[in-house]
């Protein structure tokens, strides 16, 4: 079997399979320094450049800087920065499988051992953008961190020091600045990364004006990035090995859907022109529409179903969606409850909640309800209270199924006992762990350890949640009704069970 690399891509070798394969540009500049060699960039941004590169629109390579000190930067040089990308999924109901042989990147970096590499990529005027993912924890900043560390440990860290020895190359010349694109799951990730290296700056006490540069010449643009990436395939990869008839360690899988949403100016577009080739990258002036959108709709929809699912007795999304009573019950609660709860325009919420649906129905991804489940009282606040608030302003009713989610939320702790950093659950199917804060785990342990299985129980189960401002930073009674209905959905979960509750909500 061969290896994937660069010789392999640019011979005569035919694939055994339709694969679309871009010459590997040996004459394409670096432009891009990218922070983060994992699974989500290869498959998200550093394909959209590969694509570009195939239409001549952007003529530029990715150079990769490892953040961590151990990475892959290792395997991505032994492949030429070359890797297969398979995306699969669901288009018009029909499955589809697009195959592609990757050559953006043209090498990885890794500043723990190649600081002098790295310094010297901020000194080349053509690599004017940066693009990020150092996950949700990587936009941190770190009083302990130091300037004459080589590395320093956070990512702003060392983003602070590339800047700086840029400026200092440049001598200060703001057409040097770069284009910063943060894609981390945080909100407003270009603010929060442009006050990190402003903190940074403060701390070194580096010079005023070189601060004055960062904020005036350097775009720090938000984003929003949706595309759920599985991955090497670890279970099925002797098989893909076989059908593609070559060797590569860093195959990558990930559905078709993506959406990239940036704010920023206008004219940075057509620099970067994804929208030239079809591409589902929208610039805009505010992307609060869009991230409204995607965490009410996508994150709401998981949030909202999947404890009602678990205690029904299924195991993962795709089961869920086509269950016939609990696939009924995830399309009643995002057309009848979410997006009428939403202020914003329909056919586009509309047109977004169709790819949602298709989504979740992703044969190739096994997306399992427990890991759903982690941390889910946090999230249900983030995700499924504003659409529960918003619908009883707009409509003067609460949203029956909505608040029925909350009621099934709630059940998943009930008989649950602390077991070390989670709490031991049960439920018709046998023992899980539930993972959650501590503190919201021992709160609804001591909660449910009150009910006695009566009705007046259950309401008062119902009222103690909904005071508890250390979970929802507001009481909650104060809605009208909304104790009576959750009491009435959490009585009727104990006494005739989910299956039956589920059925009857949504006939």
Not at 56 to 74: M, S, T, Y
Not at 469 to 493: A, M, N, P, S
């Amino acid at each position: 079997m061969t290896r994937l690399n660069r010789t392999l891509v640019n011979s005569d070798f035919k694939f055994p399979v339709d694969v679309d394969v871009q010459k590997y540009p040996d004459a394409l500049p670096e432009r891009v320094i990218q922070f983060g060699e994992g699974n989500f960039l290869r498959a998200f941004a550093d394909w959209m450049i590969h694509l570009l590169n195939q239409q001549n629109l952007f003529n530029g390579r990715v150079v990769v800087a490892q953040p961590i000190k151990e990475g892959l930067a290792d395997m991505v040089n032994e492949q030429d920065g070359l890797y297969t990308l398979l995306l699969r999924g669901l288009r018009e109901g029909k499955p589809v499988e697009e195959k592609a042989v990757i050559s953006s990147i043209s090498r990885c970096l890794n500043p723990y051992t190649q600081w002098d590499a790295y310094l010297k990529c901020a000194e080349d005027p053509l690599i004017e953008y940066v693009i990020s993912n150092t996950t949700e924890a990587g936009i941190t900043f770190d009083k302990e961190d130091k300037f004459e560390n080589q590395p320093p440990t956070s990512y702003p860290g060392k983003l602070t020091s590339y800047l700086y020895h840029r400026y200092q190359f440049f001598k200060g010349d703001a057409s040097k600045g770069m284009v910063i694109i943060p894609c981390e799951l945080i909100d407003r990730n270009g603010d929060n990364l442009k006050k990190a290296v402003l903190q940074y700056i403060k701390l070194w006490n580096l010079p005023e004006e070189f601060a004055g540069w960062v904020v005036g010449s350097n775009h720090f643009l938000n984003t929003l990035v949706d595309r759920v990436v599985t991955g090497y395939p670890r279970e099925e990869i002797k098989e893909i090995t076989n059908f593609l008839g070559y060797t590569d360690s860093l195959v990558n899988t990930g559905e078709l859907f993506h959406l990239w949403v940036i704010e920023g100016p206008k004219e940075l577009a057509e620099r970067l022109p994804f929208h030239k080739i079809g591409l589902q990258v929208i610039w805009t002036e505010d992307m609060t529409p869009y991230r409204t959108r995607k965490v009410r709709i996508l994150n709401g929809a998981h949030t909202a179903s999947v404890p009602a699912a678990f205690l029904y007795g299924l195991e993962a999304v795709g089961e869920m969606m086509d269950h016939e009573v609990m696939g009924k019950y995830v399309r009643q609660i995002i057309q009848d409850e979410i997006i009428p709860s939403i202020d914003l325009d329909k056919n586009m919420l509309e047109e977004f909640a169709n790819a949602v649906v298709e989504r979740f129905q992703n044969p190739y991804i096994k997306h399992y309800l427990l890991s759903i489940l982690l941390n889910s009282s946090s999230k249900f606040k983030a995700r499924v209270l504003p659409s529960i608030i918003e619908y009883h302003k707009l409509n003067g009713t609460l949203p029956k199924k909505l608040v029925f989610s909350l009621a099934a939320l709630i059940a998943v702790y009930k008989d649950g006992n602390i077991d070390g950093t989670g709490m031991k659950a049960t439920r018709e199917k046998g023992e899980f762990i539930m993972k959650d804060d501590m503190w919201a785990l021992e709160f609804f342990a001591a909660t449910w350890s009150k009910f006695d299985g009566s009705k007046q129980s259950a309401q008062e189960v119902a009222a103690t949640v909904l005071k508890n401002t250390q979970l929802w930073d507001k009481d909650l009674t104060e809605i009208e009704g909304f104790v009576d209905r959750l009491g009435e959905y959490l009585y009727k979960i104990v006494d005739v069970g989910m299956q039956k509750t589920v059925a009857e909500l949504i006939s």
